[in-house]
C-alpha cells in the first residue's frame, strides 16, 4: 500500500513540476495547483494509512486515525481554491497587459511592459503562435 501511495505521488509531483516549466501561463497554473495537490496528498498520507480506526485513541484500542493532518488538509485545500483564482486573474492582467501568455513576456526588453495603444485606447492584436514549443524564447 505504501509504495502505491509512494508512487502516486511522484507522477503528481513529476507532472506538476513538468507543467510549471512550460512557457505559457495556463499550464503553469494547472503544475502549481498540482504541486498544491501533491503536498495535501503528501500530509494526508503522514496520518497513517489505516481503514475503519477511530480518530481518538480509547482503552483497549492499539490504532487510531490522526486527525490533525485531515484538519490541516481540509484547511489547505480551501486556501489552495483561493490562491488558484487569484493566480488565474493575475495571469489574465498580464496577457492584457502584455498581449502575450508566455510566462517571460517583456521581461529583458526595454519598455515591454508599455504597449502603444490606438486612438480608442485599444491594445493592437496579436495572433497566437499554436507551436509554442518552436518559440518559446522568442518574444512578441
Same mark, same amino acid.
Given at each position: ?6 508512487? !502516486? ?8 513540476? #513538468? ?6 501561463? #495556463?499550464?503553469?497554473?494547472?503544475? %502549481?495547483?498540482?504541486? *498544491?495537490?501533491?503536498? &495535501? ?7 497513517? %494509512?489505516?481503514? &475503519?480506526?477511530?480518530?481518538? +485513541? ?13 484538519? %490541516? ?6 486556501? *489552495? #481554491? ?7 486573474? %493575475?495571469? +489574465? ?35 497566437? &503562435? ?5 518559440? !518559446?524564447?522568442?518574444?512578441?
Amino acid at each position: 500500500m505504501e509504495m502505491l501511495v509512494a508512487s !502516486a505521488l511522484a507522477v503528481v509531483v513529476a507532472c506538476g513540476v #513538468f507543467l510549471v516549466l512550460r512557457a505559457r501561463t #495556463f499550464p503553469v497554473i494547472i503544475g %502549481l495547483s498540482l504541486l *498544491g495537490y501533491a503536498v &495535501n496528498f503528501f500530509i494526508f498520507s503522514m496520518g497513517r %494509512l489505516t481503514t &475503519n480506526s477511530p480518530p481518538i +485513541l480509547r482503552d483497549g484500542l492499539e490504532i487510531s486515525a490522526d486527525p490533525l493532518p485531515q484538519a %490541516l488538509v481540509l484547511t489547505a485545500i480551501v486556501i *489552495g #481554491f483561493a490562491m488558484t483564482g487569484f493566480i488565474v486573474e %493575475l495571469a +489574465l492582467r498580464a496577457r492584457h497587459e502584455t498581449t502575450s501568455d508566455h510566462v517571460d513576456a517583456g521581461r529583458g526588453v526595454p519598455g515591454a511592459g508599455r504597449i502603444e495603444r490606438d486612438e480608442e485606447g485599444r491594445a493592437p492584436e496579436f495572433p497566437d &503562435n499554436e507551436d509554442e514549443d518552436a518559440d !518559446a524564447g522568442v518574444m512578441r
